[in-house]
């Protein structure tokens, strides 16, 4: 996986569940935070991009694996890859380690979110804005 960006992130007790682990969805939001904060150091002003006035960036597919359990306290390191798939889509791979562990050992979890511009007048696909496709090349 190429590496363009690395989020850190503490997991808080909220994030678990009744057994102690970090809750599945939870996961995922871990995930959210990291494109949230790769988006903002390219440049792009999160709150008009998350508005969606013009378009809208829906997350169309989601998935993530767990290789190991993950606990209240533990410091993630996030790695993300973005790569386009089409003049509309991009997907945006992500792979979870504990903060300072060799990221050449296995990662504790991996995730995978694929993503659609739509025109938000018409809810019809249409092609990603200049900026999306100068984040996408962005390497942080």
Same mark, same amino acid.
């Given at each position: 996986?190429?590496?363009?960006? *690395?989020?850190?992130?503490?997991?808080?007790?909220?994030?678990?569940?009744?057994?102690?682990? *970090?809750?599945?969805?939870? %996961?995922?939001? @871990?995930?959210?935070? %990291?494109?949230?904060?790769?988006?903002?150091?390219?440049?792009?002003?999160?709150?008009?991009?998350?508005?969606?006035?013009?378009? %809208? *960036?829906?997350?169309?597919?989601?998935?993530?694996?767990? !290789?190991?359990?993950?606990?209240?306290?533990?410091?993630?390191?996030? @790695?993300?890859?973005?790569?386009?798939?089409?003049?509309?889509?991009?997907?945006?791979?992500?792979? !979870?380690?504990?903060?300072?562990?060799?990221?050449?050992?296995?990662?504790? %979890?991996?995730?995978?979110? =694929?993503?659609?511009?739509?025109?938000?007048?018409?809810? =019809?696909?249409?092609?990603?804005?200049?900026? !999306?496709?100068?984040?996408?090349?962005?390497?942080?």
């Amino acid at each position: 996986m190429n590496q363009s960006f *690395v989020y850190y992130r503490t997991i808080n007790f909220r994030d678990t569940d009744a057994a102690g682990v *970090v809750y599945f969805a939870n %996961a995922l939001s @871990f995930c959210h935070e %990291a494109y949230e904060a790769s988006l903002a150091a390219s440049g792009i002003n999160l709150k008009s991009f998350f508005r969606g006035e013009a378009i %809208a *960036v829906p997350i169309t597919q989601a998935s993530i694996d767990f !290789l190991k359990p993950m606990f209240c306290g533990d410091r993630l390191a996030i @790695f993300l890859a973005k790569t386009l798939l089409s003049p509309e889509s991009f997907q945006i791979e992500y792979q !979870l380690f504990f903060e300072g562990e060799d990221i050449q050992k296995k990662a504790i %979890a991996m995730a995978l979110t =694929k993503h659609t511009c739509i025109d938000t007048s018409t809810r =019809k696909r249409c092609k990603l804005s200049d900026q !999306l496709l100068q984040w996408i090349e962005f390497t942080q």
